[in-house]
């Protein structure tokens, strides 16, 4: 995990102490709201150039379903994406940094924090079957809860907010159960 952070210049901090980047991860459900597990503060810091490489493929995805939904519909969600001309996240890094930020608020934490785990050497264990405990995603974590700040220095994108530390588990009990 040392490796990716100091390779890719990705570091998190959690109340000023490093925290490992595979163990990072994001509340899905009811994201900001209150929590009662205690909150620290953290920080992220992601390298511009690497941000690229970690949201590509969502931020595309996203980016091309705004589209599709503009021109179906006939007006945008995003008239800020549209009026930039739904541009990928290279050209929001070079020209449109505020609306790349309030897309990564409202749309692509999960994404990003995801990506990151990936980048760290984090893969997600599979189920075998419906149900199947051993498979659950276990980690003791830092859940990122709410995201209250996103800009730019010095060439990198920087999160802060609150979260907590928990363990995060899954139950896959869709489904018919054991059999």
Not at 120 to 131: E, F, I, L, T
Request: with cysteine.
């Amino acid at each position: 995990m040392a490796q990716v952070s100091q390779v890719s210049g990705i570091r998190c901090e959690v109340a000023g102490q490093p925290h490992p980047l595979a163990l990072l991860d994001c509340r899905e459900l009811n994201y900001g709201q209150h929590s009662v597990l205690p909150l620290h503060p953290f920080r992220l810091s992601v390298p511009e150039a690497a941000l690229a490489g970690l949201l590509d493929e969502p931020f595309n995805s996203f980016v091309q379903d705004c589209r599709e939904d503009d021109l179906q519909y006939e007006e945008s969600d995003l008239p800020e994406l549209m009026q930039a001309g739904y541009p990928d996240i290279t050209a929001m890094l070079a020209g449109h940094r505020p609306l790349l930020a309030d897309m990564m608020y409202d749309f692509m934490i999960g994404d990003l924090m995801r990506a990151i785990g990936r980048a760290s050497g984090y893969c997600r264990p599979r189920a075998r079957c419906v149900g199947d405990v051993e498979a659950a995603d276990g980690r003791a974590y830092f859940t990122v809860n709410q995201v209250e700040n996103i800009h730019f220095a010095e060439g990198q994108v920087v999160l802060e907010g609150q979260g907590y530390y928990g363990a995060y588990v899954i139950w896959l009990t869709h489904g018919g159960g054991r059999k």
